[in-house]
């Protein structure tokens, strides 16, 4: 059974950052994509950033410059620093996994809230 936990999250101003991660644990084939995903209120989840084996990063257009994911392979761990932060950026923010056997894991979702 494969267990995502995700920590940080939480209230800040615009223009503040914040940090979140992700540990996978569990039994799994290696992971080849690792990424977050968020979800407003009231709209489709759409993906934020992604870690793609071990060295390709991509990101949304709206967050391309402020955000950096990064992944540590032997701990198999994500984190998503997010800087110069918008009132859009808020939302419910998720961890996803998927292995090179092409099975997809999901966090419990941590809430990041920007404020005006």
């Known amino acids: 059974q494969v267990q995502l936990v995700e920590s940080g999250g939480g209230l800040v101003q615009t223009g503040g950052s914040l940090g979140l991660s992700c540990a996978a644990s569990?039994?799994?084939?290696?992971?080849?994509?690792m990424a977050w995903y968020r979800q407003a209120p009231g709209k489709r989840r759409e993906v934020v950033a992604a870690?793609?084996?071990?060295?390709?990063?991509t990101y949304a257009d709206s967050v391309k410059g402020r955000f950096t994911i990064s992944r540590d392979n032997a701990k198999n761990t994500v984190h998503l620093q997010m800087t110069s932060l918008k009132p859009e950026d808020t939302g419910v923010y998720y961890c996803?996994?998927?292995?090179?056997?092409?099975?997809?894991?999901w966090g419990q979702g941590t809430q990041v809230t920007v404020s005006s």
């Open positions: 870690s793609i084996g071990r060295s390709t990063t």
């Open positions: 569990g039994s799994f084939f290696n992971i080849g994509v």
């Open positions: 996803n996994v998927k292995d090179i056997a092409g099975r997809e894991y």
